[in-house]
């Protein structure tokens, strides 16, 4: 093999070394390239790409199944510190070597060929595995990659090859370890040490170890037979001696506990010491943690420290047959507490069974599949964890457990309730979330005599059977979530005191109300709720997100009941005994069809009241007002929601309300601002969107009130003594007035707004992208990033996603191709910072379709997360993203389960985050991935805004709501922050982005030259209106909504130019110029090049002769043409502008060329009319039919032109649907290219070259209004003055 070739030098690849890298074969044939690379101060991604020689490259390209694999060195003899991710490491045997193979070979086979033991395997910078000599690197690699998202094998075989990848997955000849870690295992060295406190005790070098909980000094020469000194510490002492540098004095617990000084020959060696030993010393039971650190076996000195009662060997690779492997265990005589999960065993260990003191083990997530019978030895556990594993049944031996009181069964693959379960007489809690169980049989719950809590949440129970109508009396707590319960009826559970079953499809529920405290059965169907007799001890019920009508009778009698959730339901009243309720603190009703209150007659101590998004008109006068017993009627109410109404006024009466420090009242009609200014613990006021016209300020505001927020109040004017009264409130939210823009401005396709705020939090760890001329200024993108607790990843994917996007564009034509790609090599770039964090990404991207230059604009989105775009499309809101959170996608829930994830009960996989699908999070692999969601779909005329938004504002906004709000608002910028300042408004104290996309892909939003705009550049949209270097001529596509073509049947060779125009008097001097070179048009993105055959413009000064025609017919015959109507001194010519290929653009055959003159009506007024009409991008795919008449469609809009005496031709407003006469002057300018307005229209008229002698008669007859016009300027202007090109229509 020859030598390696140096790799390509880029912004990410400093030059390689000097040296030229050596190529090697080794046995079995691997070959082996040696590199010895040089590393970024990241210290955990290399940062240049090696490339191989031209022979190396060939044989991988001819086989997709041949690749590379990295493996990296460790130097673990003289502890170099080495991170997880490989951190800098600069001797000659760390180096960097390139071993090409196949998917078929061993690891065994790459061992032999580079003198290894071993290879170990590390994923996401986290844990080391040693390969199995079987096992095969590069099918690993591969198999990673495709479970990310990659699918083309040719992609896969680059990506392998890529170093960047080192950071998600890594293979060592050597086992790397960490200094930190190695000093929490076993800290060891010889130093001076000596016994006692005394001076009488001379120093002696001895060699020192801490390990576990123990101190072992022992001698130097016979550290292994000789005598050791075992030193307790927990409960001890380890202080610094003031007298001798560098010195600790370690001490046992107990007053005749003896002392040893330790001196160390450095400060940091001391530090080191001094920092372990005080952990342990500071502990109150003897704990070693040891998770985490890749062990395979337990440090043989840990043996010493008998005292260990809890051991913590979680996420580790410990096996069982090695010197301190698993089997040795049960050397711990006084073990009480084992935790063994995420070892992946695979087999229990039988020999744990013989560690008898053991009350605790756990042993989740180690692929277990069955239970070895010999468990039943462990009589005295008491909790027993097999979470997350693939258990089906359990032995029966298992009931010998009579200590036993709490077993975890969840993500396991049962399908009912095993029989062991009733045997455990001391069971009080089960958990069995996330089996497969199907029915929920009652009967196995009553003769679990002392089961108190029974977790079945995230199963697939469809209904529940009893076998005997035997209450039971025992199970105090039920947790059904997340199923498929349609009716349940639990009121066989007498002493049922709290039920959680929300997010199932339940219309009906029945429970006992005996001891029944808490019921939350929010996001189902419900219709009627039951409960019998009437809980007496219920305090809190959340019904939200049902179908209920009425508040039920039994709720009215709670006398107990402290919250009531009823929002997002059907009511349309408050029962006055729900709002006479003694007792309740807390009354959210939300969200429903409630016209108005009932009046208040007593005291009541509500303290939040929450009526937002009803149908109120108004509140009751008294409802703030003093009661019979002189208290006010809401004394204590503290927080007050009236949002979403339709209210005029607040009662003043709320001025009794002294405890008030909330009200939030945003979008109401309220013109007369609130008595609340005098309340002396307001702290919070909200009254955006109202009606407001002025404010009744006090001689002095309450020094306790921080935010006001008054936008969206179009009426309110605040002076500037009023604005000096308000200047110590933190936050004071007003409109800002703005400046319009000039409506002269070049108009764009797309413009964005973005907002962003930060909320309650001290950090905005949401980030935005936002591209408006991506891809040389014809396209778009952009994004929005939640990092959710972490500022870090959205703001690198902010810097890196639009440049990968770029890239993956140039490598592949297919959106949806290209887009995954896009998040995957996004997500393989967060490189270490990807590891433990993630982040929510969303990217849109608009873009012509790379097959079809003349297409449309399409818009294709890709997310992962829980960030959403929703496209406003003719006011309506059609979502193109997808949740992938575990509550909105079952699909997803699905996935996790079955690759045995724990689910915690705030329903987060692992307890870290609720989505599945991420980018970064590389850790939580498999369970989190970053394949996104695509979606892609070509943008019409109907599209108005695109709105991207994270996951706080679509909590709180519904789709059809944010479209509401924002579709009128011009500016989005304003559209933006009006939607973070509505989710604020409704409670949402997290960051929250949102961005608005003003699209105008119609014909409005045209900048070619021939709707008077300039052709936006890289730059963006050139400012000016003339540009000198004009691109190739083109022609609009045929997505763009205008086309050209005569309706009067003439073929494109007798209709082969438009109608020229002069912009201003700069434009037409620097016409001569362009006469004699004829200069093409400029065309924007809705009308790019087309391809041959299209409409081509020609030099023209508006004489429609075709002698330049574009498709090489000779068109100098003498035939009338259709649709130029003769009438006296007027010429009208039916104009259909539709510039597209098409077939009607085609070169017409003789006989359709043959058509006659049609005389038309006589009218007043003469010249040259043109009928324009504009066609929608709708129906732009073929040419309209030809007609004398142009037909009126629901897809068609008029554009009208002004004809002027220099062959102008104005375009006006789309208002406009009339018919101009050359004779009237343009009442207003459009557009960059507008002609000069001119008073004599009869200065040149521009007759077509085949009707010159035919418009000279008619101009002759005596109702020719115009008198003195004749054709000797028509023959000079045709003859000797420069031609002139188009430039308005």
Known sequence: MGEVEPGPTGPLEPPEPPEAPVASRRPGGIRVLKRNMKRSGSRHCLHRRSRFSSRERDWLKEDVKRGCVYLYGAETATATTIASVASTVTSSSSDLRLVLCTVETPASEICAGEGKESLYLQLHGDLVRRLDPAERPLQMVYEYLGSLGFEDPVRIQEEATNPDLSCMIRFYGEKPCQMDHLDRILLSGIYNVRKGKTQLHKWAERLVILCGTCLIVSSVKDCQTGKMHILPLVGGKVEELKRRQHTLAFSSAGAQAPTYHVSFESLAECQRWHRQASKVVSQRISTVDLSCYSLEEVPEHLFYSQDITYLNLRHNFMQLERPGGLDCLYRFSQLKGLNLSHNKLGLFPILLCEISTLTELNLSCNGFHELPVQIGNLLNLQTLCLDGNSLTGLPEELGNLQQLSTLGLSFNNFSQIPEACVKLTMLEKLSMAGNQLEVLNLGILNRMKHIKHVDLRLNSLKRTVIDNVEGNKHVTHMDLRDNQLTDLDLSSLGSLQQLHCERNQLRDLTLSGFTLRVLCANANRLTTVNVYPVPSLLTSLELSRNQLEYVPDWVCESKKLEVLDMSYNLLTEVPIRILSSLSLRKLMVGYNHIQSLPDLLEHIPLEVLDLQHNLLTRLPETLFSKALNKLNKLEQLEELNLSGNKLKTIPTTIANCKHLHTLVAHSNIISIFPEILHLPQIQFVDLSCNDLTEILIPEALPPTLQDLDLTGNTNLVLEHKTLDVFSHITTLKIDQKTLTA??????????????????QRNKLCVSALAVDNFAEGVEAVYGMFDGDRNEELPRLLQCTMADVLSEEVQQSAVDTVFMANTFLVSHRKLGMAGQKLGSSAL??????????????????????????AVLCRNGQPLPLSKIFSLE??????????????IITEDNKVNGVTCCTRMLGCTYLYPWILPKPHICSLPLTVQDELLILGNKALWERLSYLEAVSTVRHVHDPLAAAKKLCTLAQSYGCQDNVGAMVVCLNVGEDGCTCEVNGLSLPGPGGFAPTAVLKDAPKPTTPSSS??????????MSTSEVSSEVGSTASDEHAASGLDASLLPRPERRCSLHPVPTSGAFQRQPSCATFSSNQSDNGLDSDDDQPVEGVIINGSRVEVEVDIHCCKGKGLEASPPALEETSLTQGPEEDSGGLIFRFRRQNSVNCGTLLPLS??????PSTSCLYGKKLSNGSIVPLEDSLNLIEVATEAPKKKTGYFCAPTQLEPEDQLIIPHDLEEEVKEQLKQPQDTRGGTNSEPWEEDRVDHPEEFDTAL
């Open 742 to 759: 000039d409506s002269a401005g070049a108009s764009t396709f797309w413009s964005h707004g973005l907002a962003e705020m930060a909320g």
């Open 843 to 868: 990217l849109c991207y608009i873009h012509h379709d790379t097959a079809d230059p003349t297409s449309s604009f399409t818009l294709t989105v890709g997310n992962v997360g829980t960030c959403q």
């Open 888 to 901: 909105h996608c079952p699909e997803e829930q699905q996935r996790v389960k079955e690759q045995k994830a």
């Open 1040 to 1049: 763009s909504g205008i086309a050209s073509e005569f309706s009067s049947e």
């Open 1188 to 1193: 004398r008449e142009l037909q009126k469609s």
